[in-house]
């Protein structure tokens, strides 16, 4: 039987244990430890063969583990770890803070080369799948135009938003992508849109007893930034309500370029995420790429990669000859 | 100013005139000449600085031109040609006979690794776009099923199909995808389903003067293979008409994948084109797949690839730096 890739994970929140399942899910990727900051014995992996480790611990396992998958924060856990792990380890995470991705890039390459490992940086949907779509439609259809589209989706900062408005009890709020957008961008006329265009807003609100619910939907709908410059509903529902309909963590969303090629002939690319769970699916993708760090620091490809330098072929656990005969 | 990739161009039909709009399109390609069967004197190129030339000279041009791209047929001409053009030249084509792909890489594959040339088969939007989203969503999603429809698309097989008819003049054939299949798909619920339940047909026919148009709508419909098996629907139009609203060809078509994780939880992965003109997308993949053949040559990656081969960042004209700033 071929030796399975071991992998290790750090952090054991909604992504890391997404991840447990994603690498069940597989038949050549073996989990080997869970590495936490808490109490290690109080993580409730219920897997016999996986060890439930001290984060400080993780060095001694550098010989046991092929992959390390991180699965922390971007604020402030991947910053630190991704490069310190980097010097042991091949990594895959989901680093999502866009605008610092070109200096955490630079961070963890440098490391990861002098240490010759793989670290594959902000992987995930987005970043992730939807900038490969990006990046690939824009090079086949040069005339064109990209747009992204988020939702239906639960937004975890928008909800905290919500909880902090005065007689706010408890409450979510979901991304919707404006179907007249979508539809105007799908009809290929690259129309001019900006992120309030593209998207509505729904809140599902709990209010405290006593409080006046008008005054909440106004301080909603006013607030800066967060909502004022979108078309914002806000319900209000009980707190059975919110725990029966609104504990999962849906999302998704979509990738349309419109581009013209020849005399003026429309070509539509679309691709599109729908997601009853979004760390579970975000954990699958990291499961993926773990298979492509591994592959790529066999074939020396040290340093630190995205998902534009890994070939399809690298994330699959199919034989090239298997993907030529039944997938091409 | 950084020097372009020179292109040629083999056969003139369709694709090929496809493949001169799409580097036309581009800042980072430039296409030196087309080589045809035909007398070169009769190709119409209108581009002052591209040479139309006879196929039986592309040899003396092998230190002109770094990637020829093969605008042939599968049926008859790249099965010959690909294998012999990769003796001198990287190359990209389109072969899309799917059961035979896995002989024709191997032959490619010889020659090309011999020749230290790159020769990437089977480029376009399936084979191509389509099969690499089936690899990646397989990968990310083990425990769920991959879908393909095609269409809406004039299918140009049973087009003629329709012609051979008895009492046709003349008529065209669309494939168009069954939304009820497409929605149960979307739906997460992994349907069986036979590709005739996927996929509607719609017939428009002139008919001769005099022809019975009973009998005709009945002959096609009982059509063996191409019809009797689907829901077909036969209309009848005049010549003008048919030339008027059916002339172009479009094409499209959708990758859906519905897959599991965790307990149960639904996740839809879904890749769609809506093209205006089929052979200028194909040709417009099969430029940005040039740009890679001549990278991935120079990074000595020589023999025969596929679109697994082959990462994001190879299509691209941006550099990696702007991708991650911009893309990522």
């Keep these: 039987?071929?030796?399975?890739?071991?992998?290790?994970?750090?952090?054991?929140?909604?992504?890391?244990?997404?991840?447990?399942?994603?690498?069940?899910?597989?038949?050549?990727?073996?989990?080997?430890?869970?590495?936490?900051?808490?109490?290690?014995?109080?993580?409730?992996?219920?897997?016999?063969?996986?060890?439930?480790?001290?984060?400080?611990d993780a060095a001694d396992y550098q010989d046991q583990i092929d992959v390390m998958l991180l699965c922390g924060g971007s604020a402030t856990d991947l910053p630190e770890q991704t490069p310190k792990f980097a010097q042991l380890f091949n990594t895959v995470d989901s680093y999502d803070n866009h605008g610092e991705i070109p200096e955490f890039y630079q961070a963890v390459d440098q490391v990861a080369r002098k240490s010759k490992t793989t670290a594959i940086i902000s992987v995930g949907w987005d970043p992730g799948l939807f900038s490969t779509?990006?990046?690939?439609?824009?090079?086949i259809l040069p005339n064109g135009e990209n747009y992204t589209f988020w939702g239906k989706g639960l937004s975890q900062g928008h909800s905290d938003a919500v909880r902090r408005v005065n007689g706010v009890k408890?409450?979510?709020?979901?991304?919707?992508?404006?179907?007249?957008?979508?539809?105007?961008?799908?009809?290929?006329?690259?129309?001019s849109l900006e992120t309030a265009e593209k998207h509505n807003r729904i809140c599902y609100v709990v209010a405290e007893e006593g409080a006046d619910q008008a005054t909440i939907e106004h301080d909603i709908k006013m607030m800066p930034n967060y909502f004022a410059d979108y078309n914002t509903e806000v319900h209000f529902i009980t707190e059975e309500e919110l725990a029966r309909d609104h504990s999962k963590a849906?999302?998704?969303?979509?990738v349309i370029r419109g581009g013209?090629?020849?005399?003026?002939n429309k070509q539509i690319y679309e691709f599109s995420l729908k997601l009853d769970s979004n760390p579970e699916f975000t954990a699958s993708v990291l499961v993926a790429y773990a298979r492509a760090a591994y592959r790529l620091n066999q074939d020396q490809q040290y340093g630190a990669?995205?998902?534009?330098?890994?070939a399809p072929s690298y994330l699959s656990p199919r034989s090239s000859h298997d993907l030529r005969r039944n997938f091409l």
């Design 1 to 56: 039987m071929k030796n399975k890739i071991k992998i290790g994970i750090v952090g054991f929140g909604n992504l890391g244990k997404g991840a447990v399942e994603a690498i069940n899910a597989t038949d050549d990727l073996e989990l080997v430890a869970v590495f936490t900051r808490r109490n290690p014995e109080d993580l409730q992996i219920n897997q016999p063969n996986v060890k439930a480790l001290h984060v400080d």
């Design 133 to 139: 779509n990006r990046v690939i439609a824009d090079a």
């Design 170 to 191: 408890n409450g979510v709020q979901y991304t919707i992508p404006s179907e007249d957008a979508i539809e105007k961008v799908r009809s290929g006329s690259n129309p």
């Design 250 to 254: 849906p999302h998704g969303g979509f």
């Design 260 to 264: 013209q090629t020849g005399a003026n």
């Design 305 to 310: 990669k995205t998902v534009f330098d890994v």
